[in-house]
């Protein structure tokens, strides 16, 4: 049997985002900056994408930008705010996506910019006295802050956050690639700078996402040579990616609630599953419905001889998860995210993410198998 439980690291494309795209594939194949019949249908497929998505997130066509990955799109959205905003300071958390992290502090080694990280719950939670404190003192700062943590699935309130952002004149970036297609979000209701969408994280093809960009900011591209997507990212178009992320886009938003509700349920068996089975279990990060993206369960498991090699074990009887640790031995390997929320370091850890194909026949052969590891 095979069991793929590796949803939050990318997703099965569903089989209308795969017709969608090999539709085009066959009827356009144009160049979409060409001028001729077939590069102005490739551009209108594009077009009509853009449109769409924007339709999805209440926002303005123009205000998405179509990248190679959610990574370039956090990319862009700090170098630019540092390029061309006249943002000198950033605030983020030590459990960022290393898209962020890793990307502030370049810039702050190159004397760009000063971080600052805000202090964090035992949930991984940003704490938002801390981040009002932290905007006081640096008022037009970026603050850059992820909506669901792609390791432990504890959720920020964006929504809050964006209101303390324009409290104190700063800005406001958001890494959602765990997020969008998977919760319904109104781009005029939660009011942000940036926001960083992977079309993989949600039935779509990989190798493309989407910067969405306010309006109102003036940017420069940090990739040259070309005037495509309004000038703001150089490079031939992705026609059949950019098709398959808004159509991905466009199934994932039909019924979300009811997606949500029978994605939730799995993961609540999942989880009353593996206490009743394994003692000693702890679970990482917020688990309630409320506190915590759907789709992930962090599972913290007792010491065991096993530890060392759990993965690969999992792997042998067919099924597919992320690891993660806070120490730096043994195959699991380590994570800065548990680092950051103190995890145990002689405790394994296990991502499980769920989606909509998720069964549970497949849950309970992965409990058994975990019961057998952890008698």
């Known amino acids: 049997m095979h069991v793929y439980l590796d949803n939050a690291a990318t997703t099965p494309m569903d089989v209308q985002v795969i017709d969608k795209m090999t539709e085009v594939m066959h009827d356009c194949y144009g160049n979409a900056s060409a001028i001729h019949g077939q590069g102005r249908k490739a551009k209108a497929e594009v077009e009509m994408a853009r449109k769409e998505i924007a339709k999805v997130l209440n926002c303005n066509g123009p205000e998405i930008v179509f990248t190679g990955s959610g990574t370039e799109a956090d990319n862009m959205a700090l170098r630019c705010a540092v390029n061309d905003l006249d943002v000198t300071h950033i605030i983020t958390s030590k459990i960022e996506h290393k898209a962020v992290l890793e990307t502030?502090?370049?810039?702050?080694?190159?004397?760009?910019?000063?971080?600052?990280?805000?202090?964090?719950?035992?949930?991984?939670?940003?704490?938002?006295?801390?981040?009002?404190?932290?905007?006081?003192?640096?008022?037009?700062?970026?603050?850059?802050?992820?909506?669901?943590?792609?390791?432990?699935?504890?959720?920020?309130?964006?929504?809050?956050?964006?209101?303390?952002?324009?409290?104190?004149?700063?800005?406001?970036?958001?890494?959602?690639?765990?997020?969008?297609?998977?919760?319904?979000?109104?781009?005029?209701?939660?009011?942000?700078?940036?926001?960083?969408?992977?079309?993989?994280?949600?039935?779509?093809?990989?190798?493309?996402?989407?910067?969405?960009?306010?309006k109102s900011l003036r940017i420069r591209p940090i990739m040259t040579g070309g005037g495509q997507e309004g000038s703001l990212r150089a490079g031939t178009e992705n026609v059949t990616g950019i098709v398959g992320l808004a159509k991905a886009l466009e199934v994932a938003s039909r019924n979300i609630e009811v997606k949500i509700n029978a994605v939730q349920r799995n993961k609540t068996y999942f989880k009353e599953q593996l206490e009743k089975e394994i003692d000693g279990i702890r679970f990482n990060g917020d688990t309630s419905e409320q506190g915590s993206l759907y789709t992930i369960l962090n599972v913290s498991l007792p010491p065991n001889d096993n530890a060392s090699t759990l993965l690969f074990q999992l792997d042998m009887n067919g099924i597919y998860v992320s690891g993660g640790s806070a120490c730096n031995s043994g195959a699991i390997g380590s994570s800065h995210v548990l680092e950051g929320i103190g995890h145990p370091t002689n405790r394994s850890a296990v991502r499980f993410s769920f989606s909509k194909f998720t069964t549970r026949k497949e849950l309970d052969y992965a409990v058994g198998k975990l019961k057998e590891l952890y008698p």
């Open 104 to 214: 502030a502090q370049e810039l702050e080694a190159k004397k760009a910019i000063t971080i600052s990280y805000v202090k964090l719950d035992q949930m991984g939670r940003a704490d938002l006295a801390d981040l009002e404190r932290l905007a006081e003192e640096k008022p037009r700062s970026l603050i850059s802050l992820m909506h669901a943590n792609n390791e432990i699935g504890t959720l920020n309130d964006i929504t809050a956050i964006s209101k303390i952002a324009r409290a104190h004149g700063c800005y406001f970036h958001t890494d959602t690639v765990q997020t969008i297609g998977h919760y319904s979000i109104d781009l005029k209701v939660t009011d942000v700078d940036f926001l960083a969408c992977s079309a993989h994280k949600f039935h779509g093809p990989k190798g493309v996402g989407f910067l969405y960009k306010s």
